[in-house]
């Protein structure tokens, strides 16, 4: 059984009906701004509302651009807050607001539209996504949380299609090896999620919200961000269940996240970081063999407390420790290569950190880290033991950012990453950065190694895998480009190429999928697009990748790759309080394994399109509703596991 009954058709298409009602209205009903004698003091209040709001990390002001255009900061890049044109690297940020106007509800939905990255999932809510950075594998690229490594799974992925953007502030994806900051799984780059904090509220802030839609869904949550004194929190909690499309397919999550931060002394903060899931999830296979009774339960928590010491105006020091442990029990599963089993692995990770600034243009990052990880797999089936691994890794690294004289930026970093069961790496970067005067122009040009140590899937014979495997992937990658800012920073141009050569690299060919040697490859691309605001009411943002992915040893493409990728966003905002955003991806030529003949073949194009619509009633109230994949496009990211068809989903968030 392919499909059930409870398609969601008649719900999306109501719900697609109002919204687009509802822009029509709103077009029409635009009030114009009339001058009024209260302007004046709604202009003090609000001024009064900006200052309760949580104080952002703050920049200088860049070379030829006005003190009311405050330049992007990031972290990622640098592991300081640095300005995001100064870091020589391609960052792209979805900030809160971006998350609420999209209504993005997990990882996955959020990282579709950046530039360089591609996204496949089976089209089963909460099975395992696949995220390709430059064409590199889910393996090659870090997730973050708050700058803390995410353990990884067997297959060496993150679990992101589990993780909920409830708290989250904003998500940094950085493109290009960042070996040199943060060692092994970074050939493609890094995400880093950086959570909300309650940090410098003038009073405490509750939300709660409540979500229903096709295929049975249902989704609510709590949370709450505040200070009082020296201690600040931010904690939510969420629960989520969907009947799904295909037989088989539910999904139910439990999460809840914490943060709390006290300041010890005017120079000495700490902080905790908490975070717990809990998700059951039907995996039913491909559409060719039906699986209706296969389940997967899967839990994780951790805990990760953090202490920062300002030691004095330009000196910096930080600790971080985390422990997380994550638990996985398959079941009604069949076949020998894949059994009724129970997977657990624990993590634990340690980071000193220090930040020295040595002069106004100068700054050196130094630090020490230490990460041990075990995971072990019992075969409930076969009732043994049948994977048993433990790895130690600990690592030293250096990194230097100067400007060398007005605009122009020199970075340098080296790492060294020593292991306990794989050869030792020593990785580095070099990038520079340049604003022209006068015009703003900003050329960057960057150059690093990086390195993917094997996965546990990769050692253990039971995955057809070699227990002597020793020597990590490795990657040398380079980007150039160029970003133009025109009309008073209302437009702006971009195009970054780069290249990847990656060698001792290996593709998990069918009909086994065991790791098969493929020698050398080569990923390279160009990343191009235009943000255009002409003002509040209205905004597009344009990106174009263009990616060539091969193995050079056997002269085939890369599978899962798609050779050209549009994406595309409008937002309409036709009165404060109503906001439209209408967002499509467009993906061309693409190459993947046929699950019936397993013959390398061409994959259909496919478009998918996201309207969604958020309304303020008042300062506690807000109404929001959306419709994926609008034109209900057909297709599979993954051969034999289709997308869902069009789905509606409305609900309401409740501020207090």
Request: proline residues 6%.
């Given at each position: 059984?392919?499909?059930?009954?409870?398609?969601?058709?008649?719900?999306?298409?109501?719900?697609?009906?109002?919204?687009?009602?509802?822009?029509?209205?709103?077009?029409?009903?635009?009030?114009?701004?009339?001058?009024?004698?209260?302007?004046?003091?709604?202009?003090?209040?609000?001024?009064?509302?900006?200052?309760?709001?949580?104080?952002?990390?703050?920049?200088?002001?860049?070379?030829?651009?006005?003190?009311?255009?405050?330049?992007?900061?990031?972290?990622?890049?640098?592991?300081?807050?640095?300005?995001?044109?100064?870091?020589?690297?391609?960052?792209?940020?979805?900030?809160?607001?971006?998350?609420?106007?999209?209504?993005?509800?997990?990882?996955?939905?959020?990282?579709?539209?950046?530039?360089?990255?591609?996204?496949?999932?089976?089209?089963?809510?909460?099975?395992?996504?696949?995220?390709?950075?430059?064409?590199?594998?889910?393996?090659?690229?870090?997730?973050?949380?708050?700058?803390?490594?995410?353990?990884?799974?067997?297959?060496?992925?993150?679990?992101?299609?589990?993780?909920?953007?409830?708290?989250?502030?904003?998500?940094?994806?950085?493109?290009?090896?960042?070996?040199?900051?943060?060692?092994?799984?970074?050939?493609?780059?890094?995400?880093?999620?950086?959570?909300?904090?309650?940090?410098?509220?003038?009073?405490?802030?509750?939300?709660?919200?409540?979500?229903?839609?096709?295929?049975?869904?249902?989704?609510?949550?709590?949370?709450?961000?505040?200070?009082?004194?020296?201690?600040?929190?931010?904690?939510?909690?969420?629960?989520?269940?969907?009947?799904?499309?295909?037989?088989?397919?539910?999904?139910?999550?439990?999460?809840?996240?914490?943060?709390?931060?006290?300041?010890?002394?005017?120079?000495?903060?700490?902080?905790?970081?908490?975070?717990?899931?809990?998700?059951?999830?039907?995996?039913?296979?491909?559409?060719?063999?039906?699986?209706?009774?296969?389940?997967?339960?899967?839990?994780?928590?951790?805990?990760?407390?953090?202490?920062?010491?300002?030691?004095?105006?330009?000196?910096?020091?930080?600790?971080?420790?985390?422990?997380?442990?994550?638990?996985?029990?398959?079941?009604?599963?069949?076949?020998?290569?894949?059994?009724?089993?129970?997977?657990?692995?624990?993590?634990?990770?340690?980071?000193?950190?220090?930040?020295?600034?040595?002069?106004?243009?100068?700054?050196?990052?130094?630090?020490?880290?230490?990460?041990?990880?075990?995971?072990?797999?019992?075969?409930?089936?076969?009732?043994?033991?049948?994977?048993?691994?433990?790895q130690t890794n600990y690592a030293f690294f250096l990194q230097s950012q100067a400007e060398?004289?007005?605009?122009?930026?020199?970075?340098?970093?080296?790492?060294?990453?020593?292991?306990?069961?794989?050869?030792?790496?020593?990785?580095?970067?070099?990038?520079?950065?340049?604003?022209?005067?006068?015009?703003?122009?900003?050329?960057?040009?960057?150059?690093?190694?990086?390195?993917?140590?094997?996965?546990?899937?990769?050692?253990?014979?039971?995955?057809?895998?070699?227990?002597?495997?020793?020597?990590?992937?490795?990657?040398?990658?380079?980007?150039?480009?160029?970003?133009?800012?025109?009309?008073?920073?209302?437009?702006?141009?971009?195009?970054?190429?780069?290249?990847?050569?990656?060698?001792?690299?290996?593709?998990?060919?069918?009909?086994?999928?065991?790791?098969?040697?493929?020698?050398?490859?080569?990923?390279?691309?160009?990343?191009?697009?235009?943000?255009?605001?002409?003002?509040?009411?209205?905004?597009?943002?344009?990106?174009?990748?263009?990616?060539?992915?091969?193995?050079?040893?056997?002269?085939?493409?890369?599978?899962?790759?798609?050779?050209?990728?549009?994406?595309?966003?409008?937002?309409?905002?036709?009165?404060?309080?109503?906001?439209?955003?209408?967002?499509?991806?467009?993906?061309?030529?693409?190459?993947?394994?046929?699950?019936?003949?397993?013959?390398?073949?061409?994959?259909?194009?496919?478009?998918?399109?996201?309207?969604?619509?958020?309304?303020?009633?008042?300062?506690?109230?807000?109404?929001?509703?959306?419709?994926?994949?609008?034109?209900?496009?057909?297709?599979?990211?993954?051969?034999?596991?289709?997308?869902?068809?069009?789905?509606?989903?409305?609900?309401?968030?409740?501020?207090?």
């Amino acid at each position: 059984m392919y499909l059930q009954k409870n398609s969601g058709r008649r719900p999306c298409a109501a719900i697609t009906a109002a919204l687009l009602a509802a822009i029509q209205l709103s077009s029409a009903q635009t009030p114009a701004q009339t001058p009024t004698k209260k302007q004046p003091q709604q202009q003090k209040q609000t001024q009064q509302q900006k200052s309760q709001l949580p104080q952002q990390p703050q920049a200088t002001t860049a070379p030829g651009t006005s003190a009311t255009d405050i330049p992007e900061v990031v972290v990622t890049a640098t592991m300081t807050e640095t300005e995001s044109w100064r870091t020589a690297s391609s960052v792209t940020v979805i900030d809160r607001k971006k998350i609420e106007e999209n209504q993005y509800r997990f990882a996955v939905d959020a990282l579709r539209n950046v530039p360089g990255v591609a996204i496949a999932t089976p089209g089963i809510p909460g099975n395992v996504a696949t995220v390709m950075t430059r064409g590199t594998t889910t393996k090659d690229t870090a997730v973050m949380i708050d700058g803390r490594p995410m353990p990884a799974n067997l297959a060496g992925s993150f679990n992101l299609e589990t993780m909920t953007l409830d708290n989250v502030e904003r998500i940094e994806v950085l493109r290009g090896p960042a070996a040199s900051l943060y060692g092994g799984r970074t050939m493609g780059g890094v995400i880093n999620i950086i959570t909300r904090s309650g940090k410098g509220l003038a009073k405490p802030k509750t939300t709660a919200f409540f979500e229903t839609g096709s295929y049975g869904t249902f989704r609510e949550g709590l949370s709450s961000l505040g200070a009082i004194g020296k201690l600040d929190w931010g904690f939510e909690a969420s629960r989520t269940d969907m009947a799904g499309q295909r037989e088989n397919s539910q999904f139910r999550q439990t999460s809840a996240a914490g943060k709390v931060g006290y300041q010890l002394a005017d120079s000495l903060r700490f902080d905790l970081d908490t975070r717990y899931y809990t998700a059951q999830v039907g995996s039913p296979g491909n559409i060719y063999n039906v699986d209706p009774d296969a389940r997967v339960l899967s839990e994780f928590w951790s805990i990760s407390p953090r202490l920062v010491w300002n030691t004095n105006d330009r000196w910096t020091q930080s600790l971080t420790f985390s422990h997380s442990q994550f638990r996985q029990v398959a079941t009604g599963m069949g076949g020998f290569f894949n059994p009724n089993n129970r997977t657990s692995s624990r993590t634990d990770f340690l980071e000193y950190k220090s930040v020295v600034k040595v002069t106004d243009k100068w700054t050196l990052t130094a630090g020490a880290w230490f990460q041990d990880q075990k995971i072990s797999r019992y075969n409930d089936t076969a009732q043994m033991l049948d994977i048993s691994q433990a790895q130690t890794n600990y690592a030293f690294f250096l990194q230097s950012q100067a400007e060398l004289f007005k605009g122009f930026n020199l970075i340098g970093g080296v790492r060294y990453d020593k292991y306990s069961d794989f050869d030792s790496a020593l990785t580095w970067r070099s990038g520079i950065s340049y604003q022209v005067p006068v015009v703003n122009t900003v050329l960057h040009a960057n150059y690093g190694t990086a390195y993917t140590p094997p996965t546990p899937q990769d050692l253990t014979p039971v995955f057809g895998g070699n227990p002597n495997l020793v020597n990590p992937e490795r990657s040398r990658g380079y980007e150039f480009g160029i970003a133009q800012p025109l009309f008073q920073n209302k437009l702006t141009l971009r195009a970054t190429y780069f290249h990847n050569d990656l060698r001792n690299t290996y593709q998990y060919l069918p009909p086994f999928f065991i790791p098969v040697a493929v020698g050398s490859a080569t990923t390279q691309g160009l990343e191009s697009g235009l943000d255009w605001n002409p003002c509040a009411m209205f905004g597009v943002n344009l990106n174009y990748t263009y990616l060539g992915a091969y193995d050079n040893t056997n002269m085939a493409r890369l599978v899962r790759r798609p050779r050209h990728t549009v994406s595309a966003g409008i937002r309409f905002q036709p009165v404060p309080a109503l906001t439209f955003n209408l967002n499509a991806v467009y993906v061309i030529d693409r190459e993947d394994f046929d699950p019936v003949t397993f013959a390398q073949r061409d994959l259909e194009d496919y478009l998918n399109v996201r309207l969604s619509a958020n309304l303020r009633v008042n300062e506690h109230l807000d109404l929001f509703a959306r419709v994926e994949n609008l034109l209900g496009q057909k297709y599979s990211e993954i051969p034999g596991y289709p997308v869902m068809s069009t789905g509606a989903y409305a609900g309401l968030r409740l501020r207090f």
